[in-house]
């Protein structure tokens, strides 16, 4: 071979070999992230359960990719998104958004694992065998919100022990909507309130609700759980300011935003964990032998801004319990 041909071909393997060590480099994992409502009111959510991932070793858009699959409120779409993951073929699907996408995602596969959220018992609803030992291919956090409807009630009734009629905002799409009504006339039974029920599927909806206090002329409000409520609580806290309504939230975002108070788990430590956990299990650990978490702490918030454009006292009982206080 001549020394021309020689260089001629050396030079075209190096420029060939970039190309044959990328093909050879393994795939990078993609995660399938199934969740209930929208993407905007979720940012910090999405930014927490990056942090938990990053804390597991990994870092999006360079060493594993996520596939957002949002259902924008409209549970119905839930199973469709769920199943359009698993034709991607993703590694692991973050069923987020409460118990409705993890439902969902537990239909549409029993191979991939399922890191998920919700807030009734995963074992009541099916998606694990137990909370230490969940079996088959799911875990994640039992945020148990579902259960503290008749507390967060208790508590409005203790910050306005005047108030006679309390309405109750929940939607009724949502899938533990029935379970938290009924405790909550249990305990309004029990305190002598009277309850006005309102319901809530859309924005639309969550107007034309605060739009009837205007007939109604409810003393408190007590919006429920429900995922949907949290990607619109900017809208509800304004409602409510508007209406110079005193009521009692879901958890602390809500009174970061203007709402007087809350009473529930920290929903961006649950992402966090959520991410953590997808990171565990990308790096070899089976669902089945990460235990269900669930929240060690429920935070009492009270926004005293808020509370003296109401022209309300706080009672000092229930300000020296709470979690945060808002100035």
Do not use: C
């Amino acid at each position: 071979m001549e020394r021309r041909e020689f260089i001629t071909l050396l030079a075209g393997a190096a420029a060939a070999w970039p190309l044959v060590a990328r093909a050879q480099q393994p795939a990078m994992p993609v995660i399938g992230f199934l969740h209930s409502t929208s993407a905007g009111p979720n940012a910090g959510a999405v930014s927490a359960f990056r942090e938990g991932l990053k804390q597991a070793g990994y870092v999006d858009g360079q060493n594993v990719a996520i596939e957002f699959r949002w259902a924008d409120g409209h549970y119905d779409r839930l199973p469709e998104l769920a199943r359009d993951l698993v034709r991607e073929r993703v590694a692991v699907i973050a069923a987020l958004g409460g118990q409705a996408s993890a439902l969902a995602a537990k239909a549409a596969t029993s191979t991939i694992p399922i890191v998920f959220d919700t807030g009734e018992d995963p074992v009541k609803i099916g998606l694990v065998v137990s909370f230490g030992k969940p079996g088959g291919n799911a875990t994640g956090i039992s945020m148990l919100t579902n259960e503290i409807e008749a507390k967060r009630l208790g508590l409005l009734h203790e910050l306005i022990p005047t108030a006679p009629t309390i309405a109750v905002l929940g939607n009724p799409d949502a899938p533990a909507h029935d379970v938290q009504l009924k405790d909550v006339r249990t305990a309004a039974l029990a305190l002598g309130l009277k309850l006005q029920i309102l319901e809530a599927r859309s924005a639309l909806e969550i107007d034309n609700a605060f739009a009837s206090f205007n007939q109604r002329r409810p003393d408190a409000l007590l919006v429920m759980s429900s995922a949907s409520f949290n990607s619109r609580r900017n809208q509800i806290v304004q409602l409510a300011a508007r209406q110079a309504i005193p009521a009692m939230y879901e958890h602390r975002l809500y009174a970061m935003a203007g709402g007087l108070i809350s009473y529930g788990i920290d929903l961006i430590e649950v992402y966090r964990q959520a991410g953590i956990y997808t990171g565990q299990i990308l790096n070899g650990t089976k669902p089945a032998d990460l235990p269900v978490m669930q929240p060690t702490k429920l935070e009492l918030v009270v926004n005293l801004k808020t509370a003296k454009e109401l022209g309300i006292t706080i009672p000092p009982q229930l300000l020296a319990r709470a979690d945060e206080v808002i100035e």
